[in-house]
């Protein structure tokens, strides 16, 4: 069973950077896409940033331009550096990674913004 790991939330204020982390407990081949989403309280849970196997991106027009999205050092690990962070970004964010054959997310990890 492939767990995913995710560190880095915590209390920020408004105008500072957090870093997420998201590592596969076990090693998958037919990686596909890993992704980054969030779901503040009453919200449904959205898109925040894509990166695929072949390293193309795509990001929410929420967070382009202060979001980044890369692969990890490590084999299906993802990165998400969010700076210029806002009150609205407040969520707890959640990691997915997708294959082939199936679809895994993480626990999620808080992400507070104060104004």
């Known amino acids: 069973q492939v767990q995913l790991v995710e560190s880095g939330g915590g209390l920020v204020q408004a105008g500072g950077s957090l870093r997420l982390s998201c590592a596969a407990s076990?090693?998958?081949?037919?990686?596909?896409?890993m992704d980054w989403y969030r779901q503040a309280p009453g919200n449904a849970r959205g898109l925040v940033a894509t990166i695929t196997s072949g390293g193309s991106t795509i990001y929410a027009d929420s967070v382009k331009g202060r979001f980044t999205i890369s692969k990890g050092n490590a084999k299906n690990t993802v990165v998400l550096q969010m700076n210029s962070l806002k009150p609205e970004d407040t969520a707890v964010y959640y990691c997915?990674?997708?294959?082939?054959?199936?679809?895994?997310w993480g626990q999620g990890t808080q992400v507070t913004v104060s104004s």
């Open positions: 997915r990674l997708t294959t082939a054959k199936y679809t895994y």
């Open positions: 076990a090693s998958i081949d037919s990686m596909i896409a």
